[in-house]
């Protein structure tokens, strides 16, 4: 894996895939003093770091972003909310310990626009970030379902 900072083009595409991802508009400023991670094999980006830490990768399918806690903490710090957010009760702390999934019946709330296969911040009741996941439900199924798995999570806070 090389590493390099990342230019102007780099950075407009980041926020373009950002922006497309996430549904927002105008977060060119999300992604500043990026070190790149690029694939020896391919040259294209894989990993982004900031301040040394790996925040987020892209998956090589559909090159969307994959971002881990630190990469949740940082897009919370920069645009003061996340996007795609999924609010759990607290009995879900407990389950992460033991599982990688959430079921549906512990989902207070999510943002109207999430998808199944869409990347999702969990939170708990505190807008407290816990995990990062792959939602397996629609918004709706997830406010309004009593049983399934709502949403596989990727990365949990330790």
């Known amino acids: 894996m090389l590493k390099r900072q990342a230019n102007i083009k780099d950075l407009m595409i980041l926020n373009g895939t950002f922006n497309y991802q996430f549904q927002i508009r105008n977060t060119f400023v999300l992604f500043e003093n990026v070190i790149l991670g690029i694939s020896k094999s391919t040259k294209k980006i894989r990993h982004i770091y900031i301040n040394d830490k790996l925040i987020a990768t892209i998956r090589p399918s559909d090159g969307f972003l994959i971002f881990n806690i630190e990469g949740a903490e940082y897009i919370k710090k920069k645009l003061k ?6 609010v759990v009760s607290k009995i879900v702390q407990q389950i992460l310990k033991k599982s990688s999934i959430i079921p549906a019946k512990y989902i207070i709330d999510a943002d109207q626009n999430i998808y199944p296969e869409d990347e999702v911040f969990i939170v708990d009741e505190e807008n407290q970030i816990l995990a990062t ?15 399934g798995i ?9």
Request: glycine share 4%; proline share 3%.
């Open 81 to 86: 909310t996340l996007p795609k957010k999924v």
């Open 150 to 158: 709502a949403v596989k999570v990727r990365h949990k806070k330790k």
């Open 133 to 147: 996941g792959k939602a397996i439900l629609t918004s709706y199924e997830m406010k309004n379902s009593r049983t």
